[in-house]
């Protein structure tokens, strides 16, 4: 986990600081959506749900946008307890927009635009980590060009939603 925390952050920092443009390829969407599912370990009786069109790609950094769509699938996977987590991708306007659904606790409204802070802890996680994951995920997503949109209700679940520009078509590409 630290291992991959350390990484997250010197992609970040070498594409902040300008000293490392991040680098631009086809990235084909269902796979990579898949590959996340695979790799969460969500409590028993955690359903995970994968939704996107075969042909749907985006011209972006590949890890940079892994990174934040694991951050926030892995978030996930820690608070929900039941129910499901759904991952999605679908073409928007000339964007693509890859949305992280699930069941869990939700994020009471006030703490909402704190957790996007570093370090900031909501108050009733009542769990272990380090304050970093969504800072790094809109810390990701900023360095993309794209925008990112949280929506959480107490007891319903969160929604957590990336658009990305320059989405393309696999078949056309």
């Known amino acids: 986990r630290l291992a991959r925390l350390a990484r997250a952050l010197l992609v970040l920092a070498r594409a902040q600081t300008g000293y490392e443009a991040p680098r631009e390829e086809v990235v084909a969407i269902e796979p990579l959506l898949t590959e996340i ?6 409590a028993r009786g955690v359903e ?9 790609a985006v011209v972006t950094n590949r890890e940079l946008v892994e990174q934040a769509l694991v951050n926030v ?4 996977a ?6 499901r987590i759904e991952l999605e991708g ?10 992280v659904r699930d069941t869990g606790p939700g994020i009471p409204k ?4 704190l957790v996007l802070d570093r370090f900031y802890r909501a108050s009733a996680n009542g769990s272990d980590g380090f304050g970093l994951g969504f800072a790094i995920v809109r810390s990701a997503v ?6 990112l949109r949280l929506e959480s209700e107490p007891g319903v679940g969160t929604v957590v939603s990336v658009r990305l ?9």
């Open 110 to 113: 006030p703490e909402q635009p």
């Open 37 to 42: 599912a695979a790799s969460l370990r969500p």
């Open 73 to 76: 699938a892995e978030n996930a």
């Open 165 to 173: 520009p320059r989405a393309v078509n696999l078949v056309e590409s």
């Open 78 to 83: 820690k608070y929900t307890m039941e129910g």
């Open 142 to 147: 900023d360095a993309l060009d794209g925008r």
């Open 48 to 56: 995970v749900h994968v939704t996107c069109q075969p042909a749907l």
């Open 90 to 99: 679908r073409a928007a306007e000339g964007t693509v927009e890859l949305v």
